[in-house]
């Protein structure tokens, strides 16, 4: 080899491997700092866009989001909502070049294990931090480097009596733990952990339902069950299924009305009063008046896509023109699709939501949920991306009721999901390019 050569190869190697270490340390402290996280994914997302043989414009799935974000420019400049649209960008523009950025760190089943493992890792602070808050009375804030970070953990949790950890609200804890949950349950269920590693999953895994739990989400709920089915593979539901069920009639007899107060009382004693009573929607009708429910938010801002269906009001907008038409406030629709057509208009919404369903659905339609029996290491490779298409698709449910992506973790996770799903549907021939000396390079110095 000639000396030029030599030296081309070590930059070559220097560059992917200390891109590799900053991405998988930006998923780490993703939960518990997202200004830590940004600096070293921005780096990582740098590395990875140089002097790649996939150009960003031979993607074909990259061009919807260009799109979107033309139109979301074009948009914001006789925008309602003036200034704030252009600071709502901040939310999107960037995110369309992760989506790129990240896929030579994910490029293959052993990258997004890796990239899994980092992500459970780094949520066990959040986790304790809940436990503390709620049993110990934990409070902040807590700074470090002179206020440059600053945790304000809630005595008790906020709202009080539910865990919400690092994070400013108890659904958004809930929502980034059923996002995690699927991967975390991946990496219990993989077949060749030894004893030991198996059980110290087992505790961490018990921890993380247990938190989740404690947020006292229903949508977080809602993940908890779903999951379940897909991570085990389609291979296991002629069992799963029947036992998920029966689980969940006692908890429909406790919470709808329609079966009686007999019956009622009698799922009641089967159910813990928590679950029952949170999942029990009938006090919205006595004390609350409709506009204050998520279907008179959703009913308002119908009407404001309807005012301007094309280019939208802007970023922020709905916040600022609910409490216009109804007197109360609330910051943002409550659903995402909603909030994107009240900010941006109907195509942006119609291009985005069609292109990350169309990811998801070729992934499912190229047998990601399905799973074979026949190999160990093939079996083990199937349980993780069951499990990244999972968590995308739990992502992606929570936000027809909430907007959990307004926390800036959340929206880096969901970016980071959807790079790793693109990567999961290509070929194995355009992955091999990707993966060339940025995974393999520093493959086993990283733990597994």
């Not at 200034?83 to 709502?88: D, K, N, Q, S, V």
């Not at 009375?137 to 906020?158: C, K, N, R, T």
């Not at 991946?186 to 077949?191: G, Q, R, S």
């Not at 029996?373 to 449910?397: M, P, Y």
């Amino acid at each position: 080899m000639k000396v030029e050569d030599l030296f081309t190869e070590l930059r070559h190697f220097f560059r992917h491997s200390v891109g590799v270490r900053f991405f998988y340390l930006g998923l780490f402290l993703l939960p518990s700092s997202a200004f830590l996280a940004g600096i070293c994914l921005v780096i990582a997302m740098a590395l990875g866009s140089l002097r790649r043989e996939d150009s960003y414009w031979r993607d074909n799935w990259n061009y919807p989001f260009f799109l979107v974000g033309i139109f979301m420019i074009f948009g914001s400049i006789r925008a309602y909502s003036g200034w704030l649209a252009w600071i709502g960008l901040a939310n999107w523009l960037p995110f369309f070049w992760a989506f790129w950025a990240f896929q030579p760190f994910l490029a293959n089943t052993t990258a997004r294990r890796r990239s899994a493992f980092w992500l459970v890792a780094g949520t066990v602070p959040v986790v304790i931090t809940g436990f503390g808050q709620l049993w110990w009375g934990w409070h902040g804030p807590w700074q470090l480097f002179d206020g440059l970070i600053i945790w304000f953990v809630s005595a008790g949790g906020e709202p009080v009596g539910r865990l919400s950890g690092l994070f400013d609200y108890a659904n958004i804890a809930g929502a980034w733990l059923a996002c995690i949950w699927p991967l975390s349950l991946a990496l219990l269920l993989e077949p060749c952990l030894t004893l030991r590693r198996r059980f110290i999953v087992f505790l961490l895994v018990v921890a993380i339902v247990a938190a989740l739990v404690l947020t006292d989400s229903r949508n977080a709920w809602g993940g908890l069950f779903l999951a379940i089915p897909f991570v085990l593979g389609s291979n296991q539901w002629f069992w799963l299924f029947p036992l998920l069920i029966l689980t969940l009639i006692p908890v429909c007899f406790a919470v709808l009305p329609w079966f009686g107060l007999e019956l009622q009382m009698w799922a009641r004693q089967f159910v813990p009063d928590a679950i029952w009573m949170r999942l029990n929607d009938m006090r919205y009708t006595h004390e609350r008046v409709l506009a204050s429910t998520r279907l008179g938010q959703w009913e308002v801002a119908i009407q404001f896509i309807l005012d301007r269906p094309w280019f939208g009001w802007g970023a922020a907008a709905f916040s600022v023109l609910y409490p216009l038409r109804t007197g109360q406030w609330h910051g943002h629709a409550h659903n995402l699709p909603l909030e994107l057509s009240v900010s941006h208009g109907l195509p942006v919404t119609i291009l985005f939501i069609l292109t990350v369903l169309g990811l998801l659905i070729i992934a499912v339609k190229r047998g990601v949920l399905g799973g074979s029996k026949r190999f160990i290491e093939v079996k083990s490779k199937q349980i993780f991306d069951r499990a990244w298409w999972t968590a995308t698709f739990i992502l992606v449910v929570l936000h027809g009721a909430d907007m959990p992506f307004f926390d800036s973790r959340l929206n880096i996770v969901g970016w980071v999901l959807l790079a790793g799903l693109r990567c999961l549907i290509k070929p194995a021939h355009s992955n091999s390019t990707l993966e060339s000396g940025i995974v393999v390079d520093v493959g086993s110095k990283i733990p597994t």
